[in-house]
């Protein structure tokens, strides 16, 4: 089941950055410049964190670059059932495909959020705060500029009425 999302667009120019994926004016990398549009989704959202991180190939490309990615890895995971991550299909039909690769899939980096890291350096999970890390979704209809990022969101747009249930008391003697 493909989800609702709350999501924003964000533009920046591939031609700005460098082949280590650094930006030319000021040494700034992708992955850098991806934070701060996920500290702008959080603002424009005050409740929410982006979750999902949407952008095609050359801009998956882009960020492995910033990343310093060995060779052998691959960000992102290709969407199957059209322009929006479905959780339910998405992961098994890549791993599936993966299988076949010679190349390690990433499918996910620290959000912006995880500021605390552990023994290892590795970021620690905030599930009460929801900080979760950053799917990376490669969505072959996206522009070589452009980037989306996006919290999935339980509205379906229904109208919902609120029930009243009536529960026992039982007193314990």
Same mark, same amino acid.
Request: proline fraction near 3%; charged fraction near 35%.
């Given at each position: 089941?493909?989800?609702?999302?709350?999501?924003?667009?964000?533009?920046?120019?591939?031609?700005?950055?460098?082949?280590?994926?650094?930006?030319?004016?000021?040494?700034?990398?992708?992955?850098?410049?991806?934070?701060?549009?996920?500290?702008?989704?959080? +603002?424009?959202?005050?409740?929410?964190?982006?979750?999902?991180?949407?952008?095609?190939?050359?801009?998956?490309?882009?960020?492995?670059?910033?990343?310093?990615? +060995?060779?052998?890895?691959?960000?992102?995971?290709?969407?199957?059932?059209?322009? +929006?991550?479905?959780?339910?299909?998405?992961?098994?039909?890549?791993?599936?495909?993966?299988?076949?690769?010679?190349?390690?899939?990433?499918?996910?980096?620290?959000?912006?959020?995880?500021?605390?890291?552990?023994?290892?350096?590795?970021?620690?999970?905030?599930?009460?705060?929801?900080?979760?890390?950053?799917?990376?979704?490669?969505?072959?209809?996206?522009?070589?500029?452009?980037?989306?990022?996006?919290?999935?969101?339980?509205?379906?747009?229904?109208?919902?009425?609120?029930?009243?249930?009536?529960?026992?008391?039982?007193?314990?003697?």
């Amino acid at each position: 089941m493909i989800e609702r999302e709350i999501s924003e667009r964000y533009f920046f120019n591939l031609h700005d950055f460098n082949e280590k994926g650094r930006r030319r004016k000021d040494g700034l990398s992708f992955r850098d410049v991806v934070r701060e549009f996920e500290r702008d989704f959080h +603002a424009r959202h005050s409740t929410e964190y982006a979750l999902n991180f949407y952008g095609n190939s050359k801009t998956m490309r882009l960020l492995e670059k910033s990343c310093d990615a +060995a060779p052998f890895l691959t960000y992102g995971m290709d969407l199957t059932q059209g322009t +929006a991550f479905d959780a339910e299909h998405d992961p098994y039909i890549n791993h599936e495909i993966d299988k076949r690769s010679k190349n390690i899939y990433v499918y996910g980096i620290d959000s912006a959020f995880m500021t605390e890291f552990d023994k290892d350096g590795y970021p620690i999970l905030d599930e009460d705060g929801d900080i979760f890390p950053l799917t990376l979704l490669i969505d072959k209809t996206m522009r070589d500029n452009e980037v989306r990022l996006a919290v999935p969101t339980l509205d379906d747009g229904d109208e919902t009425e609120d029930v009243t249930i009536d529960v026992p008391h039982f007193e314990y003697a």
